[in-house]
């Protein structure tokens, strides 16, 4: 697990936690985002049991446990795309403020490599 600031340039900063827990039975192991605004520690986090999941299936997981308001929505999502090695969503990027070009710079290393 990492725990890293998020600055995406539009003038918030996030928290963000992502890695892998070891999972059970089936499921050898569990990927997990978290993210909170500001400077506290990401309060919601997210489990998930294999990392190719589409915007729909994520919605509904992420809203089972809390309500993000929709830029830390959406900065959520193309987070996980990025730190899962998907393509980024055309979709979630026109919903947010523009980033800077660089955004990608400031991910660590994913633990998926």
């Given at each position: 697990?990492?725990?890293?600031t ?34 506290g ?12 999941i ?60």
């Open positions: 697990m990492v725990l890293f998020f600055e995406p340039g539009d003038g918030n900063s996030y928290r963000v936690i992502f890695g892998r827990m070891p999972g059970r039975g089936l499921v050898p192991y569990y990927t997990v985002i978290g993210i909170a605004e500001g400077s520690e990401p309060g919601a986090w997210y489990a998930f049991d294999y990392e190719d589409n915007e729909e299936t994520f919605r509904r997981h992420v809203d089972m446990f809390a309500t993000l308001h929709s830029e830390a929505y959406w900065t959520a999502w193309r987070l996980w795309l990025a730190l899962t090695h998907q393509a980024d969503d055309p979709h979630a990027a026109a919903r947010l403020p523009a980033w800077k070009p660089d955004w990608r710079a400031q991910l660590p290393p994913s633990e998926l490599d």
